[in-house]
């Protein structure tokens, strides 16, 4: 039935034998950096690299403060923490995610709350998260509160899907009136903007992914950025077992984590970013044709960036008309050796989260019967 759109892809990758979802891309100083990490001795939590990654990232998102961690989970398990968020707190945040982000969430012992997202952003719908505030919560001492648990409900986790922008403006603005700190979970979106300015420093705090299947890889990694410098600087004491600065003492103050990138990955992921503009541009030349080829399609919509945002595109994805359609091209496509892939089950679906709050969910639910993501590699 797909034919077409399978021929297409198949060209678009060169008639390759097996078409991966999303493979990384090592085309620039990989070896160099790594050789010369091995050689200098210092492969794990300290070294050059870790500096320069965290300088570079700077640069990138211009982001004031960045802590280099070792995945974007611990990542977004540190900004949690740097904000005291505890077992006694609720946690607003998307059900269309990777697990990770209600995991981090869940390690403080705070509970999720799973609303909807929206059709264009496919991230938190802002409108479900203002009727979900009007109608749930009520107000004291400038906390929101849970009407039903009484919890004080403390920060919003928004996720910017496939490197896709939330619609920041709106969701900034309810986050402000409800007192909510804000926590953008920008795992897939290194290199996207809103209004120009990079995905990850709108909120109070943003994280990155440097996983192998992201746009830049340093086998794993993570960033934690934000604009207030004690709020870094406890996250960096968290993410190295809280130990006090000392040559050779072992002093530690708080039970924390060993969540620091190490040396080796940095120097892996520093090469990565200098390519970085490359991928980029090559991820939205895919991304066009795409578009173009799938312009009036009868069966499917592809999802583009809107006017505010740029994307970077980390993954395409198509929603098709309804779930057989779909269904039947993840057959043909797999049939022909194209890996593409479903969108995440419904966090609120899964069997730790299932007494968790949501709002109905309508339009999370036909997503996860209708989207689908496409090949995405960097093409060479
Ligand atoms: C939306 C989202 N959040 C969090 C993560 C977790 O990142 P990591 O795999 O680096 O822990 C990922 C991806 O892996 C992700 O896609």
């Known amino acids: ?3 077409k759109e399978i021929d297409f892809i198949k060209g678009l990758f060169s008639q390759k034998k097996e078409i991966a979802l999303h493979e990384p891309c090592f085309i620039g100083n990989e070896k160099k950096y790594l050789e010369h990490c091995i050689d200098s001795g210092f492969v794990s939590s300290v070294g050059e690299f870790v500096y320069k990654f965290e300088n570079k990232i700077k640069q990138i998102t211009n982001s004031p403060f ?11 398990h540190l900004a949690l923490l740097a904000y005291d968020i505890n077992e006694d707190n609720e946690v607003i945040t998307q059900a269309i995610s990777f697990v990770a982000t209600a995991n981090a969430i869940a390690y403080t012992g705070a509970k999720p709350i799973f609303l909807d997202v929206d059709k264009e952003s496919l991230s938190l719908d ?12 009520y107000q004291k ?14 920060a919003c986790v928004i996720m910017h899907t496939f490197g896709l922008a939330a619609k920041l403006k709106e969701l900034i603005k309810i986050c402000e009136n ?3 700190i804000l926590i953008e979970d920008s795992a897939e979106a290194l290199g996207s903007t809103y209004n120009n300015k990079a995905l990850g420093t ?13 746009i830049v890889t340093g086998g794993c990694g993570g960033a934690l950025l934000c604009h207030n410098e004690d709020i870094a600087k406890k996250a960096k004491h968290l993410s190295t077992t809280a130990k006090i ?3 050779y003492e072992y002093e530690h103050d708080l039970i924390a984590y060993n969540y620091r990138l190490c040396n080796i990955n940095a120097a892996l992921l520093l090469a990565q970013l200098e390519n970085l503009e490359f991928f980029l541009k090559n991820k939205r030349e895919l991304s066009i044709l795409y578009k173009n080829f799938f312009k009036n399609n009868e069966f499917l919509t592809f999802i583009d960036e809107t006017l505010d945002s740029k994307s970077n595109f980390w993954l395409n994805a198509v929603i098709f008309k309804d779930e057989d359609l779909r269904n039947i091209f993840i057959k043909e496509c797999f049939e022909n050796n194209i890996f593409v892939r479903p969108v995440w089950k419904s966090l609120a679906s899964l069997k730790m989260y299932k007494d968790c709050q949501n709002d109905g969910l309508l339009y999370t639910k036909i997503l996860e019967k209708t989207l ?5 590699s960097v093409r060479l």
Do not use: Q, R
């Open 202 to 214: 709108f909120g109070s705090c943003g994280i990155l992914s440097f996983n192998g299947n992201k």
């Open 126 to 137: 802002p409108k479900a998260l203002e009727n979900f505030l009007k109608e749930n919560t």
């Open 66 to 76: 960045v802590v280099a961690t070792n995945s974007g989970t611990s990542a977004l």
């Open 141 to 154: 001492d400038y906390k929101t509160f849970n009407k039903i648990t009484h919890k004080h409900i403390k």
């Open 372 to 376: 689908v993501n496409l090949p995405s």
């Open 245 to 247: 600065n000392h040559p």
């Open 1 to 3: 039935m797909f034919e």
């Open 178 to 180: 409800y007192h909510l």
